[in-house]
């Protein structure tokens, strides 16, 4: 079967991705990344708040985030490293590649999102 154009899109969008592994995520933070966490309202009341996380809608993240942008958080230029979380990694990939068509260089976003993160902070 062919591959499908989202999963070329996808392709594309990490690339030049430099993700984040779950396990580093803290070493991360403690150099100083924001961690964006773009998921929606009822799988964060569902499944959890992410530390540390600044959360911004999916909606908006591009004019949160575009150092360029009159409406972009205070603090925002395009050093800062950014480390966008969804679900479960795929939106928070084509999300980061955005980013860093925008200006923001460092953008990135981590590898199984959330959830991966989620299952190593309590292992079963």
């Excluded at 929606?40 to 908006?60: F, H, M, Q, T």
């Excluded at 409406?71 to 679900?87: E, M, Q, S």
């Excluded at 928070?92 to 923001?104: E, K, P, V």
């Amino acid at each position: 079967m062919p591959e499908s154009a989202i999963e070329r899109l996808l392709e594309d969008a990490r690339r030049d991705l430099d993700r984040v592994a779950p396990e580093d995520l803290a070493a991360e933070v403690a150099a100083g990344a924001w961690v964006i966490d773009t998921r929606p309202e009822s799988n964060r009341r569902d499944e959890g708040e992410l530390p540390g996380a600044i959360v911004v809608e999916r909606i908006v993240l591009e004019w949160r985030l575009d150092p360029s942008s009159p409406w972009k958080l205070d603090g925002v230029d395009a050093d800062t490293r950014a480390i966008i979380v969804c679900n479960e990694g795929y939106s928070s990939s084509l999300a980061a590649a955005t980013l860093r068509q925008l200006g923001l260089r460092r953008a990135t976003d981590l590898d199984g999102g959330y959830r991966a993160w989620s299952a190593i902070q309590s292992p079963s």
